[in-house]
């Protein structure tokens, strides 16, 4: 992911909601569904090559890693 939009993402949110602002969140927030798409894509032909059943058991883990910072 892309620290920067990630950061500039937050600081936006603690600005005045303008139209300008939200327009600028919501360009950010589509721009990191398109980062995350394409890390998928890669994840997926990483299966290709280790084994679909070893990415199966990494994407378990990360899971549980998510499941962790939701609770935080």
């Known amino acids: 992911m892309n620290t ?3 950061v500039l993402y937050k600081q936006l949110e603690k600005m005045e909601q ?3 602002v939200l ?3 919501e360009q ?3 721009r990191i569904y398109q980062q995350l798409r394409m890390n998928f894509l ?3 032909g990483a299966g290709r090559v280790i084994g679909y059943e070893e990415l199966q058991q990494e994407l378990n883990k990360a899971i549980e890693l998510l ?3 939701i609770k935080i």
Do not use: G, M, Y
């Open 4 to 6: 920067e939009l990630i």
């Open 67 to 69: 499941e962790i910072q």
């Open 42 to 44: 890669d994840v997926i």
């Open 23 to 25: 327009q600028l969140k």
């Open 18 to 20: 303008t139209k300008e």
């Open 28 to 30: 950010i927030k589509e």
